[in-house]
């Protein structure tokens, strides 16, 4: 009985050990592939740069390192709107690189389509400041503190302490409403880039609808909605609709 | 007396039969109308009689004979529309009228249906003289005419002013319809094939009267603009005319007599069709010179800016103006190189074109204008050389290149704007030109560890839980601390309500010293008995209390002041009997016993009348 116990422990061992050791292989595996790529790169190979990053990222990983990599290869490629694309991502994840700033301003130069003027407000900076997980783990620290000190005003009844979680609270009421706004636009605000070299956006979800205006490649556009195979877009202060295979989402 | 009532009989169903017809009244209305108020002799005026109402079984209506227009009867029609179900007919009647002398004439129009004369409005129409209009016998390099169909006054004619144009010259196709018969309608015109040509229609259409073998025809002339696009042979398919006209039976009929022919003619459809017109187009003579983009004809070139002299980084508009014969549409912007030294200091940008086209005895000319943004870059007097422009003369046969003059245009000093701290930075409607560097940034090397970034912290339940821990504690808390509280203040209640009994209790042991006549105990006990009601009731601790600090109380309490007053009073005593040398009878001690009872009792009821 009791060897048998034994056997069985050391199986269960053994079985987690493995485990741990082929997650642990699988991750060498894809640094060593970011690390392939990233040679190709060197060499000036940029369509096997491409591949190799495009593998990378089929096997589950998203690293904005890889896709700012991917995104400077397809640019040396001429396809601005994949390169465009890849930073969009890339900077979804890590808002405050410079690196990934600069590039994509380098490259939206080259877009055909004027950018429509965006509202520049300190709103909108603070919000575009933290990524949606960095919003969560802000919130979550400020209830925290919130809590605790709501505790202490409980259990101690002093005016001070009921000031600093007042104040506190209100903050906590700011940082909610940022990151919830950020869950809200993750849900229902789906940007994208235009892929196709000129697409027609059109008044309704058909072909034939009037035309209302053209984009070209590169454009960061926001859908709104979707019907038949159409996206309702906006950009700037137009709106239309185009095919949705002329879009990528982001 | 039977003969009367026959009579009687009579008058009465005659009178009833009038008055049937009077109810049945067939209201009808009729409106009459002629396509044209004023005409010429020999040219048909068409007149339309509308009858609406009770339209069944209508006879032709009647138009006064009027002796100096030949009136021919063209058809009726019957049109019948369903408004909101209700349903309304008329009939319509049409007359081709003749005119054959000059002179103003009423037409009126009658009908007589079931016994009732009914009239429409009385049409005037003005008759006069022929138009002269000037025969087609100088036609400019008529080559060959080609008359499609003889006979019967009616042939359609198609001809062009070259057959060997070059490509882009203009073609003047001219189709020519003659007419003898009568017609019944407006004849319908069916324009060729033009396969191989640019087309553009020529205004207005030619309308007159020409003499051909003695006879008289009138003529219809519409001219076309063609220039060839592709060279080599290109056809000009026919051109069909449709009408119809009255029909004159060839016989030897004794009866074939114009009088008869008014009202013995049948109406026949006709189609004339042209035969096809071969052209020959020329390419043109290569080499071409290098900047010649297409423009065939005659043209000027002018060259102006709007302003003589500008500031620094304001746009300057410059006016390309081409314009002459040819087609105009065709002509492309000339290419102003930002690589000529001219251009050099400034900055091109978007261009408007706007073309007006002519179409002047029937040949297709005009101008074009390209508007060109420039923003100078530099400050300093600047002049443009000539512009070129280099087409093709067919009539020459040769190209031509035509310049503008050489403008001069004055650049001051600009505004230093906010911009100048990256003096690459260029700025026009909004959108701001960067000069970036030459490049993207490198990419970012390997990481030891590859992270995962898949940002699902706020989908992850997780998270949200540890929301939750933080709030149960404190809500947890809050609740503790409020039962704690109200605990106390339980105690507090019954402690206050339990005071007078406590001093109750208190005093019985005091009381035991009055027996055995010890005085400072007595006092001592009866005094602090006293203290420990009011700390009890007043839930104050009793530690170090005086009679100033229960008299503060007591007063803030809302204790009478005739009860404070006694208390003082007591008091007093109890102070004077305890520290008094001599001793304190038992009925003395009995006295201030009973006076502090009775205040205890007093301060217990004004608590409880209080409350």
Known sequence: MRNSIKTSILLILVCIFIFNASALFAKDNNISLLDKANNYYQAGKYSEAITSYEELLNNGIKNPYVFYNLGNAYNKKGLIGKALLSYYRAERILPRDQDIKHNIEFVKSKLKDIEPVSEKSIFLSVYRFLNINEWAILNIIIFFISMGLLFLFITKRNEIIFWVFFSFLLILFISSCFFGLKIYHRANLVPAVVMKAETDVRNGPGVDYTNCFKLHEGSYVEILRNEGGWDEIKYGNLRGWASEQSLEKI | ?611
Not at chain 2, 32 to 41: F, G, Q, R
Not at chain 2, 110 to 129: C, D
Not at chain 2, 408 to 413: D, F, N, V, W, Y
């Open chain 2, 1 to 611: 007396m039977f003969k009367s009532l026959k009579k009687y009989i009579l008058c009465l169903l005659i009178l009833l039969v009038m008055a049937g017809t009077a109810f049945s009244s067939d209201d009808l209305q009729l409106t009459a109308s002629v396509d044209k108020y004023y005409s010429n002799i020999g040219e048909p005026v068409t007149l339309t009689v509308s009858i609406s109402g009770n339209v069944s079984n209508l006879p032709e209506p009647e138009i006064a004979g009027i002796s100096d227009f030949n009136i021919t009867y063209s058809g009726r029609s019957q049109n019948i529309t369903l408004i909101n179900g209700k349903m309304s007919s008329s009939i319509s009647f049409t007359y081709i009228l003749f005119p054959k002398k000059t002179g103003t004439y009423k037409i009126p129009v009658s009908i007589n249906y079931k016994g009732t004369v009914y009239s429409a409005n009385t049409i005037e129409v003005e008759v006069q003289k022929e138009k002269a209009y000037p025969t087609p016998s100088s036609s400019p390099v008529s080559t060959t005419e080609e008359p499609a169909q003889q006979g019967e006054g009616l042939f359609v004619t198609a001809e062009v002013d070259r057959k060997n144009p070059y490509i882009g010259e203009q073609v003047t196709l001219t189709f020519r319809f003659f007419c003898r018969a009568q017609l019944l309608s407006q004849p319908e015109y069916k324009a060729p094939d033009l396969k191989g040509f640019w087309v553009e229609d020529l205004n207005p259409q030619g309308h007159f009267y020409t003499t051909i073998d003695g006879k008289r025809y009138e003529v219809i002339e519409i001219k076309s603009a063609l220039f060839p696009v592709t060279p080599g042979s290109l056809t000009i398919g026919p051109a069909t005319v449709r009408c119809s006209v009255q029909n004159f039976s060839k016989s030897n009929d004794p009866f074939q007599d114009p009088f008869f022919q008014d009202y013995f003619s049948t109406n026949e459809v006709k189609v004339l069709n042209t035969d096809p017109i071969q052209i020959e187009a020329l390419d043109l003579p290569k080499p071409a010179p290098s900047d010649f983009k297409g423009a065939v004809g005659q043209f000027q070139i002018e060259a102006s800016f709007d302003k003589t002299e500008i500031p620094q980084n304001e746009p300057l508009t410059l006016t390309i103006k081409i314009k002459g014969t040819g087609n105009i549409n065709s002509i492309i912007e000339p290419q102003l190189s930002e690589e000529s030294p001219d251009f050099k200091n400034f900055k091109i940008y978007d261009t408007a074109v706007s073309d007006k086209v002519s179409k002047d005895n029937y040949i297709i000319g005009g101008s074009k204008e390209f508007k060109i943004i420039l923003i100078p870059q530099k400050e300093g007097v600047f002049s443009l050389s000539p512009i070129n422009f280099t087409y093709f003369d067919p009539q020459k046969g040769g190209y031509e290149t035509i310049k503008s003059e050489p403008l001069k245009i004055k650049i001051l000093k600009g505004n230093q704007t906010s911009n100048t701290n990256n003096p690459s930075d260029d700025k026009i409607n909004g959108k701001t030109v960067k000069q970036l560097d030459v490049d993207v940034r490198y990419i970012k090397p390997t990481p030891i560890k590859l992270k995962n970034y898949t940002m699902d912290l706020a989908n992850s339940p997780l998270y949200w839980v540890l929301y939750v821990f933080p709030f149960i504690l404190v809500v947890g808390t809050f609740f503790y601390q409020y039962k704690k509280e109200k605990m106390l203040q339980n105690i507090v209640t019954i402690k206050s309500q339990r005071a007078s009994k406590m001093a109750k209790s208190y005093l019985n042991e005091a009381k035991s010293y009055i027996t055995k006549s010890k005085k400072v105990e007595f006092y001592t006990i009866l005094q602090k008995s006293f203290l420990r009601y009011v700390s009890d009731k007043f839930s104050v601790s009793s530690q170090g209390m005086t009679i100033e600090n229960i008299i503060e109380l007591l007063s803030k309490k809302g204790i009478k002041p005739e009860t404070i007053e006694k208390l003082k009073e007591n008091w007093k005593d109890i102070e004077i009997a305890r520290f008094a040398p001599k001793d304190s009878t038992s009925e003395e001690m009995k006295e201030n016993y009973n006076n502090v009872l009775s205040l205890i009792t007093i301060i217990d009821r004004e608590c409880k009348n209080e409350k």
